[in-house]
T-cell receptor
Framework: DTGVSQDPRHKITKRGQNVTFRCDPISEHNRLYWYRQTLGQGPEFLTYFQNEAQLEKSRLLSDRFSAERPKGSFSTLEIQRTEQGDSAMYLC?????????????FGPGTRLTVL | GNSVTQMEGPVTLSEEAFLTINCTYTATGYPSLFWYVQYPGEGLQLLLK?????DKGSNKGFEATYRKETTSFHLEKGSVQVSDSAVYFC????????????FGQGTELSVKP
């Protein structure tokens, strides 16, 4: 088990382009969370999945954002028609629901820069 | 709603000094409380946690006690080291609300030799 991985680590794009990020959680973890972190702030919750079901979406997740977790394994987060305000670090975390420690394990993040 | 407020940084201390980073929260339901740490160039790591009132979480010399009466979860360490330089985040989650984490804004700690 190598922990939570995210790809790419960095993405630079032009305003108006679409981008997609991938998260591979720890293999036995059934919950997967997406967060967004802007400079100098704490991470903010975006959405989460239990297995393949998306159970909650934050108000922060505008209709330009979509997330999927097919087959309950990896997840993708797509941003359509990117805006400069989307520039941030996008973090993924996974958790084994019911585990004693109830600890979310975070990936290294994808840093998005929208020019 | 649920929220976390922590003291603003940056905090600069000399090695072996005592550290306190204040954290207070508001929550509906019964939250679990966490401190996460982000070392330079690395991802978020859980430092310690507490799941009910009066619990004390501890790890690597850091401690925090879940105080329901003051809705606080202050982080303390008796003697900081240069290697403790990092950004510290206080967070809460409520289990019947999906377990999502609500974070404070983070406190940057710099320890000088």
């Amino acid at each position: 088990d190598t922990g939570v991985s995210q790809d790419p680590r960095h993405k630079i794009t032009k305003r108006g382009q679409n981008v997609t990020f991938r998260c591979d959680p720890i293999s036995e973890h059934n919950r997967l969370y997406w967060y967004r972190q802007t400079l100098g702030q704490g991470p903010e919750f975006l959405t989460y999945f239990q297995n393949e079901a998306q159970l909650e979406k934050s108000r922060l997740l505008s209709d330009r954002f979509s997330a999927e977790r097919p087959k309950g394994s990896f997840s993708t987060l797509e941003i359509q028609r990117t805006e400069q305000g989307d520039s941030a670090m996008y973090l993924c975390a996974s958790l084994m629901r019911g585990a004693d420690r109830n600890e979310q394990f975070f990936g290294p993040g994808t840093r998005l820069t929208v020019l | 709603g649920n929220s976390v407020t922590q003291m603003e940084g940056p905090v600069t201390l000399s090695e072996e000094a005592f550290l306190t980073i204040n954290c207070t929260y508001t929550a509906t339901g019964y939250p679990s409380l966490f401190w996460y740490v982000q070392y330079p160039g690395e991802g978020l790591q859980l430092l310690l946690k507490a799941t009910k009132a009066d619990d004390k979480g501890s790890n690597k010399g850091f401690e925090a006690t879940y105080r329901k009466e003051t809705t606080s979860f202050h982080l303390e360490k008796g003697s900081v080291q240069v290697s403790d330089s990092a950004v510290y985040f206080c967070a809460l989650s409520v289990s019947n609300q999906g377990g999502k984490l609500i974070f404070g804004q983070g406190t940057e700690l710099s320890v000088k030799p």
